[in-house]
């Protein structure tokens, strides 16, 4: 593939990725349910798609079949926490706060596969922490006179911002253990994109119902969350919000086809066959660009607390990545996109990016970038 056709596709599920967030809140639907609808309604899209890359390339062998089913599991627990941070604290910041992955993916690769830490992770490490809390919105609690800027202040008796910082955090962590087995799962069947995440996605919607059968409640197609775009004053905790109806579906639509069919797919696509720090630069647009649009569609405006969040935790990200190297080299990319240092040196068919996230050699621990979704 082309250097310039992988940046398009990749751009393209870049740009599908800054919606998600806009519409799981356009849709509306209880968090574990609209995790199962968007995964589980385009695989009928899918299917084709795998079936050539199946009749082509060849199937899965079992060690990326296991690897993309693990995948998907913990993709699912990330997707269910990520919806009920969007829910709580917004589109935006729960957009930001899933970042944490820069953190926890180097982690599981020094413990399990005893690959180094990048020296730079202990500086990117205390700026992400103070980043995220600053991004959910805790650090404002602490002023005198603090009020939530829209809905109720708490639920269950914890305050919503603390809440969704919470469910933030675990979808990050969950996240950055996805990209470890999906990464797993790439390297041992290099060549094949569509195939894993078809995989991914089917086993995606298993976690959500699990957490249906643990709070005792089903499938919820009728009610949705938000009143009028914010969480109910009244009973918060119900989370019962105005009847499911067809702007939602709309919104369910393009979550499932955009935002997790054609996104994963090109994203993975466009990663695997360009520069990783090229590629985390381009997806760095996605939590970015979600930032603005959710300020426009929904009216969520930062705080400037939560502003000086948003700049540490993407610039965190951003100098894990190595983007100040395109900075400090203009030579850092070759015709074809692949460093100047590593021209001769890739195996051929190497594979250089996990599921749909950022661009990683599978050498090098450090994390790609994404915001999800």
Known sequence: ?????????????????????????????????????????????????????????????????????????????????????????????????????????????????????????WFVLPVMAVGIVAVGGVFDMLLPGYEAAAGPAELWGIPTAVLGTLAGLVSGVAYGTYLYTSRKATVVNPGKYVQPIFIVTIFQGIAPIIWMLIRGEGFNFTQGVLIDGQLPMDNPEAMAGDPIDAMNWVNMILLAVLGQFIAWTFVQIGSANMNPTLAGGLLLLSPVSTIFIAAIIYGEIPTMLQVIGVVLVLGAVAYQNGLHKILERKDLLSPDGIPEEEMGSRPEGAVTSDGAAGSTPVSDPAPGVDDKR
């Not at 609808?37 to 899965?60: D, Q």
């Not at 993309?68 to 969007?86: E, Q, R, V």
């Open 1 to 121: 593939m082309s250097h310039g056709k992988a940046v398009l596709i990749l751009l393209i599920g870049t740009a599908c990725l800054a919606f998600s967030a806009i519409w799981v809140k356009g849709a509306n639907f209880e968090p574990a349910t609209s995790v199962v609808l968007r995964c589980w309604l385009p695989i009928i899209i899918f299917l084709p798609f795998a079936w050539r890359e199946y009749k082509k390339k060849g199937g899965l062998n079992k060690a990326g079949f296991v690897w993309s089913a693990i995948a998907g599991l913990i993709l699912g627990i990330d997707f269910t926490a990520w919806n009920y941070s969007i829910f709580f604290v917004g589109a935006g910041i729960a957009s930001v706060l899933l970042n944490l992955q820069v953190i926890i993916l180097p982690l599981l690769a020094f413990f399990i596969d005893r690959e180094r830490v990048p020296a730079n992770y």
